[in-house]
C-alpha cells in the first residue's frame, strides 16, 4: 500500500506586479500556516520517502519550511508540477518507482484540486474529509490519500481519501 500526500503552497505575496508568478514569495501568514502544517504532519507521523515540488519560489519556499525532517527524503524539483492539471499529475505519479512508499507532492491551484477530486474513490472515503475537500482546496492544505494500486496503474478514483487538512482547521485546534 501506498500513501500519497498532496499539499498546495501556502499563502503568496501579489504585492510586486512586476514579478512574474513563479516568482512571488510567501507571505508571513503563508510562513506560519506552513510551518503549522509541519508539526500537524510530524505530529499525524506523515513522513514521505520523496517530495515532487513544483520550481516555483511559493511552492520550494513551503517546502523548506516542512524542514527539518526526521528521515530526509528525496527531493526532486519538477518544473512540469508548475500549475499542473490532472492528466500531467497522474504522469508524473505513475512514473514514481514501485518501491516508493510515500509521496508529498507540492504544487497548485486548481491542478491540486482538481486531481484530489478525480484521485478520491467516493465509496471508500471518509464522508467528512470528502465534503471538506469537495469544497475547496485553500493555500497550505493537505490530503492524506491511501492508494492500494501500484504507482505505475493510479487512475481516477484510484485512492482513499484519509484526511483533509486546512491551516483554518489547524489555527481552530490551537484555540481549542
Do not use: C
Request: aromatic fraction near 6%; hydrophobic fraction near 45%; glycine fraction near 6%.
Amino acid at each position: 500500500m501506498h500513501q500519497l500526500l498532496l499539499l498546495r503552497h501556502a499563502k503568496s505575496s501579489w504585492e510586486d506586479a512586476s514579478l512574474a508568478d513563479r516568482d512571488r514569495a510567501l507571505t508571513a501568514r503563508g510562513r506560519r500556516a506552513a510551518t503549522a502544517m509541519r508539526r500537524a504532519m510530524r505530529e499525524l507521523g506523515l513522513a514521505p520517502d520523496v517530495v515532487l515540488v513544483s520550481t516555483s519560489k511559493r511552492t520550494l519556499e513551503t517546502m523548506s519550511l516542512l524542514k527539518p525532517w526526521d528521515d530526509t527524503p528525496l527531493i526532486e524539483p519538477m518544473d512540469e508540477l508548475y500549475l499542473a492539471g490532472v492528466p500531467r499529475l497522474f504522469n508524473v505519479l505513475r512514473a514514481v518507482a514501485e518501491t516508493v512508499r510515500s509521496v508529498l507532492v507540492i504544487g497548485h491551484n486548481p491542478g491540486m484540486h482538481d486531481f484530489a477530486i478525480a484521485l478520491t474513490d467516493v465509496d471508500a472515503s471518509a464522508a467528512r474529509p470528502l465534503h471538506d475537500v469537495r469544497e475547496g482546496f485553500p493555500t497550505g492544505a493537505l490530503a492524506e490519500f491511501s492508494i492500494i494500486r501500484p504507482w505505475a496503474r493510479l487512475d481516477t478514483g484510484g485512492a482513499r481519501l484519509l484526511r483533509f487538512l486546512t491551516p483554518k482547521m489547524l489555527d481552530s485546534a490551537d484555540t481549542r
